[in-house]
């Protein structure tokens, strides 16, 4: 079994910066692509970042390109998401997210973490 285990939220100033970190074991990190999820009070839960297992492929949201990046660290078993120029609308539980591809990008994700609270301030 995939474990993922979310780390790196918390409180932050608009226009600040985060980076969450999202630790894999139970599989190699290289065999899957890694995603992120956020859900916001009252919303769907959304797609926001993915990579696949080389790190060659990236695929981000419309609402966070530009401002957040994906990557991950094979040889900690750790994927990162880096949040940059955060606003508010941002704010969310982000879900850290695998599955057993070659493909980056949206759609469905087998294993899941517990999540961790990006709240940014305005």
């Known amino acids: 079994q995939v474990q993922l285990v979310e780390s790196g939220g918390g409180l932050v100033q608009a226009g600040g910066s985060l980076r969450l970190s999202c630790a894999v074991s139970?599989?190699?990190?290289?065999?899957?692509?890694m995603g992120w999820f956020r859900q916001a009070p009252g919303k769907e839960r959304e797609f926001v970042a993915g990579?696949?297992?080389?790190?060659?492929?990236?695929y981000f949201a419309e609402s966070v390109k530009g401002r957040f990046t994906i990557s991950r660290d094979n040889a900690k078993n750790t994927v990162y998401l880096q949040m940059n120029s955060l606003k508010p609308e941002d704010t969310a539980i982000y879900y850290c997210?695998?599955?057993?591809?070659?493909?980056?990008?949206?759609?469905?994700?087998?294993?899941w973490g517990q999540g961790t609270q990006v709240t940014v301030s305005s």
């Open positions: 997210a695998a599955r057993r591809s070659l493909l980056a990008g949206p759609g469905e994700y087998d294993y």
């Open positions: 139970g599989r190699t990190l290289s065999s899957v692509t």
């Open positions: 990579i696949n297992w080389s790190g060659g492929s990236r």
